[in-house]
T-cell receptor, first 116, second 108 residues
Framework: DTGVSQDPRHKITKRGQNVTFRCDPI?????LYWYRQTLGQGPEFLTY????????KSRLLSDRFSAERPKGSFSTLEIQRTEQGDSAMYLC??????????????FGPGTRLTVT | LAKTTQPISMDSYEGQEVNITCSHN???????ITWYQQFPSQGPRFIIQ???TKVTNEVASLFIPADRKSSTLSLPRVSLSDTAVYYC?????????FGKGNQVVVIP
C-alpha cells in the first residue's frame, strides 16, 4: 500500500454512459497525475495537477475526458459518453515536488474500466 | 517528451545479478532518472532515483555515466518475485514518458 487510494477498483459500464473515478493522494503531496494503461503498454500520461492547478491537459485523450482537483486534495477523472476503446486501467499517482526537481511518484492500485 | 529506450525483455536465473540499461539521449540538465517496477494488475512502484554517478538503496543500485545519456539499474541476486516490468523515466511533469518497459523474467 503506497498511501494513494483509488475508487472504484473496478467499473463496468455500458457504451455511452459517463463514469467518474476518484483518487486520494498522499496528504502532503502537491502533485497528482493521471495515467491510462492498456495491456502490454506502459502508463500513458493524461494530465497532472500541482496543488489545485491543472498544469497540462492537452494530452487528455479527447474532449470527453476531464479532470479536477478541487482544493488541491483529491482528484476526479471523468469520461463522458464512454466508448469501448476507453477500456483500460486508469492510474493515479502523487508526488511531492520541491525545488530540487526530483519527482518520485507513488501510484495507486488503479481503476479497471470495462466498457461493454 | 523525455523519451527513453530499453530492451523489451530479458530472462535471468534466480540468484543472479540483473542489469537493465536505459538510453535517454535527450535528458535535460535538471532531469532526474527514475526507475519503477510494475507487477500485473498493480500500479508501478518506485525503485530508485538518481541524478549522477551511483545511487544505492536496499533493493537496487543505479549507475549513471558522466554524460547522463544512459543509466543502468542493477538488481542483486534476483528472486522469482522480481519478475516484473521495469520502467526507466527521466524528467518530471508532462515530460515524463513511460515507454513499454523491460519485462524481466526470473527463472528458477
Amino acid at each position: 500500500d503506497t498511501g494513494v487510494s483509488q475508487d472504484p477498483r473496478h467499473k463496468i459500464t455500458k457504451r455511452g454512459q459517463n463514469v467518474t473515478f476518484r483518487c486520494d493522494p498522499i496528504s502532503e503531496h502537491n502533485r497528482l497525475y493521471w495515467y491510462r494503461q492498456t495491456l502490454g503498454q506502459g502508463p500513458e500520461f493524461l494530465t497532472y495537477f500541482q496543488n489545485e492547478a491543472q498544469l497540462e491537459k492537452s494530452r487528455l485523450l479527447s474532449d470527453r475526458f476531464s479532470a479536477e482537483r478541487p482544493k488541491g486534495s483529491f482528484s476526479t477523472l471523468e469520461i463522458q459518453r464512454t466508448e469501448q476503446g476507453d477500456s483500460a486501467m486508469y492510474l493515479c499517482a502523487s508526488s511531492l515536488i520541491g525545488q530540487g526537481g526530483s519527482d518520485e511518484q507513488y501510484f495507486g492500485p488503479g481503476t479497471r474500466l470495462t466498457v461493454t | 517528451l523525455a523519451k527513453t529506450t530499453q530492451p523489451i525483455s530479458m530472462d535471468s536465473y534466480e540468484g543472479q545479478e540483473v542489469n537493465i540499461t536505459c538510453s535517454h539521449n535527450n535528458i535535460a540538465t535538471n532531469d532526474y532518472i527514475t526507475w519503477y517496477q510494475q507487477f500485473p494488475s498493480q500500479g508501478p512502484r518506485f525503485i530508485i532515483q538518481g541524478y549522477k554517478t551511483k545511487v544505492t538503496n536496499e533493493v537496487a543500485s543505479l549507475f549513471i555515466p558522466a554524460d547522463r545519456k544512459s543509466s543502468t539499474l542493477s538488481l542483486p541476486r534476483v528472486s522469482l518475485s522480481d519478475t516484473a516490468v521495469y520502467y526507466c523515466l527521466v524528467g518530471d511533469g508532462d515530460r515524463l514518458a513511460f515507454g513499454k518497459g523491460n519485462q524481466v523474467v526470473v527463472i528458477p
